[in-house]
């Protein structure tokens, strides 16, 4: 991380990155398949923790309250701690346009996986699919809030935030009721 903030992702080699690690390049290459996964390491264990999460949630509780749920256990357990961390690796994969694409396509894994493990709780298709991609979406919005902010706010907060959001742009008629009875 610090050599991709120090020189730039593109003129990073695995050799530098070996080197200043401690590591042969051999030893970098059991690890990572290229560079770039040094970024991306913990897109499987994120993908598995959210599944597992939808999986495990009670039975008869609505799909977006299982996403909601699912977001903010993943926050609180994933994210918990790392904010400098999480704000230097998005502002590197922010620089490179092959990093943004890549990022987009563990998005696009991640809500295939969720709207998979919806419909195994059930879920039928176009629910299951808009539900997932409306999750990542929440998550989108609140990681990027969540590490251009000043990390006060917690991950798992700003979740629960853009889920009232999206409820808002979805029921506006509960903020009326709200603003009628307060």
């Given at each position: 991380?610090?050599?991709?903030?120090?020189?730039?992702?593109?003129?990073?080699?695995?050799?530098?990155?070996?080197?200043?690690?401690?590591?042969?390049?051999?030893?970098?290459?059991?690890?990572?398949a290229?560079?770039?996964?040094?970024?991306?390491?913990?897109?499987?264990?994120?993908?598995?923790?959210?599944?597992?999460?939808?999986?495990?949630?009670?039975?008869?509780?609505?799909?977006?309250?299982?996403?909601?749920?699912?977001?903010?256990?993943?926050?609180?357990?994933?994210?918990?701690?790392?904010?400098?961390?999480?704000?230097?690796?998005?502002?590197?994969?922010?620089?490179?346009?092959?990093?943004?694409?890549?990022?987009?396509?563990?998005?696009?894994?991640?809500?295939?996986?969720?709207?998979?493990?919806?419909?195994?709780?059930?879920?039928?298709?176009?629910?299951?699919?808009?539900?997932?991609?409306?999750?990542?979406?929440?998550?989108?919005?609140a990681?990027?809030?969540?590490?251009?902010?000043?990390?006060?706010?917690?991950?798992?907060?700003?979740?629960?935030?853009?889920?009232?959001?999206?409820?808002?742009?979805?029921?506006?008629?509960?903020?009326?009721?709200?603003?009628?009875s307060?």
């Open positions: 991380m610090e050599l991709y903030a120090e020189r730039g992702f593109d003129a990073t080699t695995v050799a530098e990155i070996a080197e200043r690690a401690g590591l042969t390049e051999r030893t970098f290459f059991r690890h990572y290229d560079k770039r996964e040094v970024l991306f390491a913990g897109a499987t264990e994120l993908q598995e923790l959210l599944v597992r999460q939808v999986d495990q949630a009670p039975a008869g509780m609505p799909a977006m309250d299982v996403i909601g749920a699912a977001l903010t256990a993943m926050a609180t357990e994933m994210f918990a701690e790392g904010h400098d961390y999480a704000r230097q690796r998005q502002a590197i994969i922010m620089a490179n346009a092959d990093l943004r694409e890549r990022e987009l396509i563990k998005f696009a894994a991640l809500g295939a996986a969720v709207a998979e493990s919806l419909r195994r709780r059930g879920v039928t298709d176009p629910a299951a699919s808009l539900a997932a991609e409306a999750g990542i979406a929440i998550f989108k919005v990681f990027e809030r969540w590490v251009s902010d000043t990390g006060q706010r917690s991950l798992a907060q700003l979740m629960l935030d853009s889920m009232a959001e999206l409820r808002l742009v979805t029921h506006p008629e509960e903020l009326a009721s709200d603003e009628s307060g």
